[in-house]
C-alpha cells in the first residue's frame, strides 16, 4: 500500500522560532516526487516545496527546507523563523507512479503564536 | 506562473438542481486536471482524474453520473454536480498538473446545497 503518515496532527511554535513538521511515507516505487502544502484558513493549497526522490540533494526555499531520507521514507519539513503567515494545514504528499496522482497525508496544523 | 482558477467560488442551491464548477489554468496548459473533495479538517479525497480530450477516470466510489466531468480544451475542466442533495454539500478543489510532477489547485469552491 502506498501511504503518507503525518504522525502530529497540531503543533504550535512561537514567532520567530524553528519548527520541523514530520512526515514518513511508504511506496514500492523507484522514482517518485515528494511535495508539503500548506492550506491557511482560506483553504487555498499552495506548494512549499518538491522533492524529486532520485536527488539527494535536500531542497529548501527560503525559510523552508526539506530532511529527506530515501532509505527511511522520511521527508521531514523544517520553517526557520516562523511568521505568523505560516500559521495552516500543512499537508505531506507524493505522486504515484505515471499517473501523476498525489497521495495525501492527514495533515499537521500548525499554529505559529505572537 | 502556474496558477489555476475556480468559479464559483461559493454556490449555493435547492436539493435537484444541477451545478456547475470551472477549473482553469491561466498561464499554463493542463493536459491534466483533477477534482478533489474535502470535508471539514480532513484531507483531500481525490475523486477523478481529467484527461483532455478525453473521459475522465473516477476513484472508486465516486459516482460517475452524479459527478460529471469534462475536460473541453486544455486550459479548462468542468464539474457538474447533478440533482444535488445536501450530502453532496462540501469542498470542492481542482488542481492541474503542470511539467514537473507537480499539480497547481484552484481556490476551491463551496457548495451548499439545501
Known amino acids: 500500500a502506498q501511504t503518507v503518515t503525518q504522525s502530529q496532527p497540531e503543533m504550535s511554535v512561537q514567532e520567530a522560532e524553528t519548527v520541523t513538521l514530520s512526515c514518513t511515507y511508504d511506496?514500492?516505487?523507484?522514482?517518485?516526487?515528494l511535495f508539503w502544502y500548506k492550506q491557511p484558513p482560506s483553504r487555498q493549497m499552495i506548494l512549499v516545496i518538491r522533492?524529486?526522490?532520485?536527488?539527494?540533494q535536500n531542497a529548501t526555499e527560503n525559510r523552508f527546507s526539506v530532511n529527506f531520507q530515501k532509505a527511511a521514507k522520511s521527508f521531514s519539513l523544517k520553517i526557520s523563523d516562523s511568521q505568523l503567515g505560516d500559521t495552516a494545514m500543512y499537508f505531506c504528499?507524493?505522486?504515484?507512479?505515471?499517473?501523476?496522482?498525489?497521495?495525501f497525508g492527514t495533515g499537521t496544523l500548525l499554529a505559529v503564536q505572537p | 506562473g502556474a496558477v489555476v482558477s475556480q468559479h464559483p467560488s461559493r454556490v449555493i442551491c435547492k436539493s435537484g438542481t444541477s451545478v456547475k464548477i470551472e477549473c482553469r489554468s491561466l498561464?499554463?496548459?493542463?493536459?491534466?486536471m483533477f477534482w478533489y473533495r474535502q470535508f471539514p479538517k480532513q484531507s483531500l479525497m481525490l475523486m477523478a482524474t481529467?484527461?483532455?480530450?478525453?473521459?475522465?477516470?473516477?476513484e472508486q466510489g465516486v459516482e460517475k453520473d452524479k459527478f460529471l466531468i469534462n475536460h473541453a480544451s486544455l486550459t479548462l475542466s468542468t464539474l457538474t454536480v447533478t440533482s444535488a442533495h445536501p450530502e453532496d454539500s462540501s469542498f470542492y478543489i481542482c488542481?492541474?498538473?503542470?511539467?514537473?510532477?507537480?499539480?497547481?489547485f484552484g481556490p476551491g469552491t463551496r457548495l451548499l446545497v439545501l
Open positions: 498561464d499554463f496548459q493542463a493536459t491534466t
Open positions: 504528499a507524493f505522486t504515484r507512479g505515471a499517473t501523476n496522482k498525489l497521495i
Open positions: 488542481s492541474a498538473y503542470e511539467r514537473r510532477e507537480t499539480q497547481y
Open positions: 511506496t514500492s516505487e523507484s522514482n517518485y516526487y
Open positions: 522533492q524529486e526522490a532520485y536527488k539527494q
Open positions: 481529467s484527461n483532455e480530450g478525453s473521459k475522465a477516470t473516477y
